[in-house]
């Protein structure tokens, strides 16, 4: 928001709720690093840690939102600052739900660590690592287009979703091949699957947030359309 | 359970158009070119600060202007289906005011009956018929749904309704001689929210019977009650357009500036 209204204040509680999502958002980009370094390393402590984290980021959820409803109530937003804080609260169910999948990791860590069942399989860490930190940079992509309200990079961040979708088949293939060589890794390799698709699903919530910066600066709705619309809405 | 079909609504049609619109006080040049549609049976809101000719404009279309010397007109109104330049000099205005009525900011009941305020139109276009009257005076009160609080004192002075109901005795005053437009000159501006409320309901009820042009410098009114809307600014027009449009995406960023309140 470059020009800025000619109430200060109002200026004030939107680059607030801003600077909060942009928090929350690295707060949850930390969890999912976290959870994935805890999964390579069975570190059930850390893997404590990220569900403890969980918490914070339910409470920052719902501290932004009750914002948000009180900016409406009280300033009647129009065009674009209504535009930011409908796009604000998808934004924030996105980030939440990235810190639901970085919860559920370190519990499928702590389920490893309990039954001790790790050694049986050398899970295929560094796939893991590399899919994850291709969604994590993503994510982080889409909360600097938040940032600095890019569409150009948010459109990025469209196109990179599909790196992430296809990392996650080759890792799928190869649990599968796991699976069939042998039969006794098929627990963990299962728990391993979830991961996988925890993953992938913090990078189509990062695709989220990419078009909700879109509706932001454009105004317009590209949810579920096609490449080339996106294109030229962002034009 | 009958399913219920919702029809959708049919396209508006022209009720008027201004086209290429100058209009002058004395050598002050307050309208610049205005071209705009309004829409039969549709809400048109015209926006924009103090001075940006949206008041000039909205006395334009039933010829408040020609009240005063020096004012001059260039470009057309049209009215439609037949097409008459209302600015026309040789189109009488008290004609073209039968047709297009008006609603001022401020309550303005003249100092008589209820009854013979609402009558007033009528009589002047030469109606006299008591039974005719009553019926006239009768529906255009139901329609400002101002009918039952004063039916049964209708010879009372309308100077002591209260600033509400004396709005929509304006209102139904207004309505009185069928007109085809009414024009409302921030009708609620010296109301209470809840009078505020009832004459924006209202203002969404007459409009299936006419055609209305708003001024408001409520931002949120003209959000609430308008199919349409225009935002001026020092006598141009900037952009007109679906009202939810405007208010959610507008096309030009001197409009999102003053809806959005970054205007200074």
Known sequence: ?235 | MPSTITLPEPPPVLKAQSNNLDFYYGSFKALKGISMPVYANRVTALIGPSGCGKSTFLRCFNRMHDLYPGHRYDGTISLFPDGVNILDKQVDPIEVRMRISMVFQKPNPFPKSIFENVAYGLRVRGESSRSFLEDKVEAALRGAALWGEVKDRLRDLAVNLSGGQQQRLCIARALATDPEIVLFDEPTSALDPIATGSIEELIGEIKHKVTVLIVTHNMQQAARVSDFTAYMYLGDLIEYGETKEIFMKPKRKETEDYITGRFG
Not at chain 1, 4 to 24: C, P, W, Y
Not at chain 1, 179 to 187: A, G, K, V, Y
Not at chain 1, 191 to 205: I, P, Q, S, Y
């Open chain 1, 1 to 235: 928001m470059s020009d800025k209204h000619l109430s200060t204040q109002f200026d004030a509680e939107l680059t607030n709720i801003s600077t909060r999502v942009l928090e929350m958002g690295g707060l949850v980009e930390h969890q999912m690093a976290k959870s994935i370094a805890a999964l390579a390393a069975f570190d059930a402590e850390q893997a404590a840690q990220v569900l403890r984290e969980e918490e914070r980021v339910n409470r920052m959820e719902m501290e932004i939102d009750r914002d948000l409803s009180a900016i409406i109530a009280r300033r009647q937003p129009t065009a674009r600052d209504l535009r930011l804080l409908i796009a604000v609260s998808r934004i924030i169910a996105n980030l939440e739900r990235v810190g639901d999948e970085a919860a559920r990791i370190a519990r499928v860590v702590q389920r490893l660590d309990a039954v001790g069942l790790h050694g049986r399989i050398r899970p295929p860490v560094s796939d893991l690592n590399f899919e994850s930190e291709l969604a994590v940079a993503l994510l982080r992509k889409a909360l600097d287009a938040f940032a600095r309200l890019d569409p150009v990079q948010a459109v990025e961040v469209l196109k990179q979703d599909d790196e992430i979708d296809r990392e996650f088949e080759g890792l799928m293939r190869k649990l599968i091949t796991y699976m069939m060589e042998d039969p006794r890794t098929i627990s963990t390799s299962i728990d391993l699957v979830f991961v996988a698709k925890a993953v992938e699903r913090v990078g189509d919530h990062a695709k989220n947030l990419a078009e909700a910066i879109i509706y932001i600066v454009k105004g317009a709705d590209v949810r579920h359309s096609p490449p080339q619309q996106i294109e030229n809405a962002v034009k």
